[in-house]
């Protein structure tokens, strides 16, 4: 099973993403635990290294995607 993350503060795109996981799921037999995050803030607390792949947003208010991803990287290297 892959753990997936989508961070996306937009409600409308990140049902849009995972209806796109779901279905790519039922067409190719791959497991995916999917966690959702409203903004970079969201998954930046107490972040542990368990995502497979994270689907993140550029632009959202408080943290940008961008500079979430750097603190992401950065903890993975510590």
């Known amino acids: 099973m892959y753990h997936i993350a989508i961070v996306e503060d937009e409600l409308e795109f990140s ?3 995972q209806k796109y996981l779901r ?6 037999g791959v497991e995916f635990k999917i966690s959702v995050f409203r903004d970079g803030t ?5 972040y542990k290294p368990e995502y497979d792949a994270i689907f993140m947003d550029i632009e959202m208010p408080v ?13 993975r290297h510590v």
């Not at 969201?42 to 107490?46: A, G, Q, S, T, V």
């Not at 943290?63 to 603190?71: H, Q, S, V």
């Open 15 to 17: 049902m849009q993403l």
């Open 23 to 28: 279905q790519y799921q039922q067409e190719n």
């Open 42 to 46: 969201e998954i930046l607390k107490d």
């Open 63 to 75: 943290i940008n995607g961008m500079d979430a991803a750097e603190k992401i990287m950065f903890a």
